[in-house]
């Protein structure tokens, strides 16, 4: 049975025995204040200064508490980012993130993998500058810096129910996926090794029961993955980590899921699990009842799981710690976010980039392309013909209505940059053959469902995949058949009106994420690339933005194939009525209202409906920026 929030659970325990309550925070992503950066606004759903009450409430009703970070706490907010390249840059102040986990004194943490992404050195100094431990069980440095201890073991004096100080020893492991290698090739080759989460854990945790642990906790930075025995070296491999003997506890992380759902069982193969979200929107809960059997050894005897999110009243932030440490690095930030760098002439959103052609891919595309092509000059490769890659990264998903682009035509300033532009790649060019561009295409597909011809009531998108995963390549035409299984939905692929054949070559400009991994899309990249200066690819779309006013319009490039009959149904946010009348010839109409702020629309796939042309052409009546209605904040920081 789980615990419900906000219950004691040392008033139920009997003489002699120990109540134990464990906290975990997991991908907060450099979230520290209830604040989104890129729609310029509070957000109360988010932020460790929003958690910190609740961390406070907990340790105030159970005496015995302990407080882990499952990582990904360092990288993806922009006053975050903005931090580690001062740092890079040689500043003096510690890492903001540092200063507001130090505040809220953790006892112990691990890494993920986007602790990597701007370099070991830097990860080094945030490191030393954490008063927590952090630990690391399945990678290890291979330079002369060890990277962090395999594992922990955590002297703690906690007291039983009557009242009895007992001393335990509370073994604590971490994992990450060992795809970090890959993702962050360019910092970690040849000074970072990898294994196997579920070997690693297993390992780790019988050496930590030699060492005397009396329960062992691990921190994976992993999401359930498949109810199917875990493949060797999966990145999600919760359900098989839980199986696991000698572990007697798991926080999960990675996916930004929560785990359990109210009112579930939160074990899995009998052992509790938490995953507490992303961003700080929840605080992972165990409590362990904790028990001496008849050789004198501390057992657990019973455990419940939860993930928490801070009710109306923990929206008050903690002023003189956790919120405090950031605020002069936010007010930089936001100082910074205001600055200029270009205009629209048109608005530009990204609500249906799912469904059709959308004027955001088409700017950063067009973006790419004016970076490249000086690039390619004098090479032999500048005779082929150049194609430019752009992901919907802000396209709903698990960011919901919020998560979508929204901009009024005008001035662009840096937040509307980063917004369109969200992660400190740089750009790739890599020469591909035709037969790598219809797998490219293929893979992306996999973000619809397979539907049912003729049948009109269906859901088009499959939620489980990210949208950022729908790449959309500039200079080819494609059509996709959601009706055919998926590896087979990619017909008419053409470049300039001719079909595209399996050995024709390309150049790509891509991002350089893309060329991480080791899928065989990522091998094919790199095998193909081409050796130019790194530019990120911000820099490229500030210098596209700063050559003069841009009004992108998509080209035509992909399309739903014609199916008579046949409808599915998509969410996007509320503001999107206001917007679909530019896509209206493709088929689209509201249908109802959804959940959290989004609607409901209909995508008709008959051949009338596909055969128009597309109207992008902006309309009076545009209502600018969606994203200013926000729920308000009770108690919130003042920015």
Same mark, same amino acid.
Request: charge should be positive.
């Given at each position: 049975?789980?615990?419900?929030?906000?219950?004691?659970?040392?008033?139920?325990?009997?003489?002699?025995?120990?109540?134990?309550?464990?906290?975990?925070?997991? @991908?907060? =992503?450099?979230?520290?204040?209830?604040?989104?950066?890129? !729609?310029?606004?509070?957000?109360?759903?988010?932020?460790?200064?929003?958690?910190?009450?609740?961390?406070?409430?907990?340790?105030?009703?159970?005496?015995?508490?302990?407080?882990?970070?499952?990582?990904?706490?360092?990288?993806?907010?922009?006053?975050?980012?903005?931090?580690?390249?001062?740092?890079? !840059?040689?500043?003096?102040?510690?890492?903001?993130?540092?200063?507001?986990?130090?505040?809220?004194?953790?006892?112990?943490?691990?890494?993920?993998?986007?602790?990597?992404?701007?370099?070991?050195?830097?990860?080094?100094?945030?490191?030393?500058?954490?008063?927590?431990?952090?630990?690391?069980?399945?990678?290890?440095?291979? @330079?002369?810096?060890?990277?962090?201890?395999?594992?922990?073991?955590?002297?703690?004096?906690?007291?039983?129910?009557?009242?009895?100080?007992?001393?335990?020893?509370?073994?604590?492991?971490?994992?990450?996926?060992?795809?970090?290698?890959?993702?962050?090739?360019?910092?970690?080759?040849?000074?970072?090794?990898?294994?196997?989460?579920?070997?690693?854990?297993?390992?780790?945790?019988?050496?930590?029961?030699?060492?005397?642990?009396?329960?062992?906790?691990?921190?994976?930075?992993?999401?359930?993955?498949?109810?199917?025995?875990?493949?060797?070296?999966?990145?999600?491999?919760?359900?098989?980590?839980?199986?696991?003997?000698?572990?007697? +506890?798991?926080?999960?992380?990675?996916?930004?899921?929560? =785990?359990?759902?109210?009112?579930?069982?939160?074990?899995?193969?009998?052992?509790?699990?938490?995953?507490?979200?992303?961003?700080?929107?929840?605080?992972?809960?165990?409590?362990?009842?904790?028990?001496?059997?008849?050789?004198?050894?501390?057992?657990?005897? =019973?455990?419940?799981?939860?993930?928490?999110?801070?009710?109306?009243?923990?929206?008050?932030?903690?002023?003189?710690?956790?919120?405090?440490?950031?605020?002069?690095?936010?007010?930089?930030?936001?100082?910074?976010?205001?600055?200029?760098?270009?205009?629209?002439?048109?608005?530009?959103?990204?609500?249906?980039?799912?469904?059709?052609?959308?004027?955001?891919?088409?700017?950063?595309? @067009?973006?790419?392309?004016?970076?490249?092509?000086?690039?390619?000059?004098?090479?032999?490769?500048?005779?082929?013909?150049?194609?430019?890659?752009?992901?919907?990264?802000?396209?709903?998903?698990?960011?919901?209505?919020?998560?979508?682009?929204?901009?009024?035509?005008?001035?662009?300033?840096?937040?509307?940059?980063?917004?369109?532009?969200?992660?400190?790649?740089?750009?790739?060019?890599?020469?591909?053959?035709?037969?790598?561009?219809?797998?490219?295409?293929?893979?992306?597909?996999?973000?619809?469902?397979?539907?049912?011809?003729?049948?009109?009531?269906?859901?088009?998108?499959?939620?489980?995949?990210?949208?950022?995963?729908?790449?959309?390549?500039?200079?080819?035409?494609?059509?996709?058949?959601?009706?055919?299984?998926?590896?087979?939905?990619?017909?008419?692929?053409?470049?300039?009106?001719?079909?595209?054949?399996?050995?024709?070559?390309?150049?790509?400009?891509?991002?350089?994420?893309?060329?991480?991994?080791?899928?065989?899309?990522?091998?094919?990249?790199?095998?193909?690339?081409?050796?130019?200066?790194?530019?990120?690819?911000?820099?490229?779309?500030?210098?596209?933005?700063?050559?003069?006013?841009?009004?992108?319009?998509?080209?035509?490039?992909?399309?739903?194939?014609?199916?008579?009959?046949?409808?599915?149904?998509?969410?996007?946010?509320?503001?999107?009525?206001?917007?679909?009348?530019?896509?209206?010839?493709?088929?689209? +109409?509201?249908?109802?209202?959804?959940?959290?702020?989004?609607?409901?629309?209909?995508?008709?796939?008959?051949?009338?409906?596909?055969?128009?042309?597309?109207?992008?052409?902006?309309?009076?009546?545009?209502?600018?920026?969606?994203?200013?209605?926000?729920?308000?904040?009770?108690?919130?920081?003042?920015?």
């Amino acid at each position: 049975m789980v615990n419900r929030p906000g219950d004691d659970i040392q008033s139920t325990e009997e003489n002699g025995r120990i109540a134990l309550r464990l906290l975990c925070t997991t @991908d907060l =992503h450099g979230h520290v204040l209830p604040w989104d950066y890129t !729609a310029r606004r509070r957000d109360c759903r988010v932020g460790l200064a929003r958690l910190a009450p609740l961390i406070r409430a907990h340790r105030r009703r159970c005496a015995n508490t302990l407080l882990f970070d499952n990582g990904d706490f360092l990288h993806g907010n922009p006053m975050a980012d903005a931090e580690s390249v001062r740092l890079a !840059a040689g500043g003096a102040a510690p890492h903001a993130v540092a200063v507001a986990m130090n505040a809220l004194g953790y006892d112990a943490g691990t890494l993920g993998n986007h602790e990597f992404n701007r370099g070991l050195e830097l990860l080094r100094r945030v490191l030393d500058q954490l008063a927590h431990p952090v630990t690391s069980a399945n990678l290890r440095g291979l @330079d002369a810096f060890p990277l962090a201890p395999s594992g922990l073991l955590l002297r703690r004096r906690l007291r039983d129910a009557a009242g009895r100080e007992r001393l335990l020893r509370i073994g604590v492991l971490g994992l990450a996926p060992p795809q970090c290698l890959e993702w962050d090739r360019r910092w970690l080759a040849w000074r970072v090794g990898a294994r196997d989460m579920v070997a690693a854990a297993r390992a780790r945790a019988g050496a930590l029961r030699q060492r005397g642990a009396d329960l062992v906790v691990a921190l994976a930075h992993s999401g359930l993955g498949p109810e199917a025995p875990a493949p060797p070296c999966a990145e999600n491999a919760g359900r098989a980590l839980a199986a696991l003997p000698g572990i007697d +506890a798991f926080f999960l992380g990675h996916s930004h899921e929560v =785990h359990p759902a109210p009112g579930e069982d939160g074990r899995l193969h009998g052992t509790p699990v938490a995953q507490a979200g992303r961003f700080g929107s929840h605080l992972g809960v165990i409590d362990l009842g904790l028990a001496r059997d008849v050789t004198g050894r501390w057992r657990v005897v =019973h455990a419940r799981s939860r993930s928490e999110a801070p009710g109306p009243a923990s929206a008050q932030v903690h002023r003189e710690l956790v919120a405090a440490s950031a605020r002069q690095p936010h007010l930089r930030m936001l100082e910074q976010l205001r600055r200029p760098v270009g205009r629209s002439r048109v608005p530009i959103d990204s609500h249906f980039a799912l469904v059709a052609p959308d004027a955001s891919l088409q700017l950063l595309c @067009d973006a790419w392309r004016r970076a490249a092509t000086p690039l390619l000059a004098g090479r032999a490769e500048a005779m082929l013909p150049l194609l430019t890659v752009a992901a919907p990264f802000r396209s709903g998903g698990h960011g919901g209505a919020r998560h979508f682009l929204s901009l009024p035509a005008g001035p662009v300033t840096e937040r509307h940059l980063r917004a369109l532009q969200p992660h400190p790649d740089l750009l790739s060019l890599s020469v591909v053959d035709g037969a790598t561009l219809a797998g490219w295409l293929e893979q992306g597909a996999r973000l619809f469902r397979r539907l049912l011809p003729g049948s009109r009531d269906q859901a088009l998108i499959d939620p489980s995949m990210p949208p950022y995963g729908f790449d959309v390549i500039d200079g080819l035409t494609w059509r996709i058949d959601p009706t055919r299984p998926i590896g087979a939905r990619i017909d008419d692929l053409r470049q300039a009106g001719r079909v595209v054949a399996p050995d024709d070559r390309f150049v790509v400009a891509v991002s350089s994420h893309r060329l991480s991994g080791g899928d065989p899309l990522a091998q094919a990249l790199r095998q193909g690339q081409i050796p130019v200066p790194a530019q990120p690819l911000r820099a490229a779309l500030r210098a596209h933005l700063a050559a003069g006013p841009v009004a992108p319009r998509p080209r035509r490039s992909w399309r739903f194939a014609a199916l008579p009959g046949t409808a599915a149904w998509f969410e996007a946010p509320d503001a999107a009525r206001r917007t679909v009348s530019r896509v209206a010839a493709r088929g689209i +109409a509201p249908l109802a209202p959804a959940r959290d702020g989004l609607l409901r629309f209909e995508l008709r796939l008959g051949p009338q409906d596909a055969a128009r042309p597309i109207d992008f052409a902006p309309r009076l009546g545009y209502g600018g920026c969606a994203m200013t209605r926000t729920p308000r904040c009770p108690a919130a920081m003042t920015p």
